[in-house]
């Protein structure tokens, strides 16, 4: 749960008043005469206590705390506890000191923007385009906006004049072919088949795929060491 604090009077909090009392007494916050100092910290608790004020819990957690540093600063057997404590509260007043110095002093920055902030200059816009590039940047960026500009548009038809172009060679066409070739010679190497190739690649697909339906119908065999091709006349029916 989010702890509570009230303001009493102009005061923060009772470090802010202690630091007012040093100040108003003129002590020095390194050797605070404790039992002057929680004296005039009392009359002010008394004081708003007596108008009816509340008083945070903060301010009276305080007032205990110097009344125990009172009382052990009176026994000689607590020195090093009442050192301890002292040196305690002496940080937190340099350290919460400190923060109200730093916050006076952004307080005072901020007022003075708001006061001293005049209107915006109106400036003169320059469109001229001054900096400079080597020739090469200009070279690279001129072809990389033509190339964007060709990959919009449609492939010309002289593109697929070289597929449409060329013929279509079938398998069957080559199996004849080859049929034929070896009719006169029944023996021939496999790669030359491949030796008048006008047909370009669709030719030579077409040609080992006839290669491979005559193995598969046995009308030829190749001798697997010297790929030499062998033409059967008549094919052997099993029994």
Request: aromatic fraction near 8%.
């Amino acid at each position: 749960m989010e702890k509570l604090t009230f303001k009493v009077a102009e005061y923060e909090g009772p470090l802010d008043l202690l630091l007012h009392l040093i100040s108003k007494h003129q002590m020095n916050i390194y050797e605070i005469e404790i039992s002057s100092l929680l004296t005039q910290y009392m009359q002010y608790i008394r004081e708003w206590q007596s108008h009816d004020l509340e008083v945070a819990s903060e301010f009276l957690d305080m007032a205990s705390r110097l009344i125990h540093l009172k009382t052990i600063s009176l026994l000689p057997k607590y020195e090093e506890e009442e050192k301890q404590a002292r040196a305690e509260l002496v940080g937190q007043l340099v350290e919460y000191a400190a923060c109200k110095r730093a916050a006076a002093e952004l307080s005072a920055r901020n007022l003075g923007q708001v006061l001293f902030v005049r209107q915006p200059m109106e400036m003169e816009v320059d469109l001229l385009y001054r900096l400079t590039h080597p020739a090469t940047d200009l070279m690279h960026s001129y072809f990389d906006a033509v190339g964007r500009g060709k990959r919009r548009l449609p492939p010309q038809q002289t593109t697929f004049t070289p597929l449409v172009a060329k013929p279509v060679v079938s398998v069957n066409s080559r199996i004849i072919h080859i049929m034929r070739r070896m009719y006169k010679n029944s023996k021939l190497h496999f790669s030359r088949l491949f030796e008048e190739n006008k047909g370009g690649r669709s030719e030579i697909v077409a040609t080992f795929l006839a290669v491979l339906e005559l193995l598969k119908s046995k009308r030829v065999t190749m001798d697997d060491q010297t790929q030499e091709l062998t033409f059967h006349r008549k094919v052997e029916r099993p029994e």
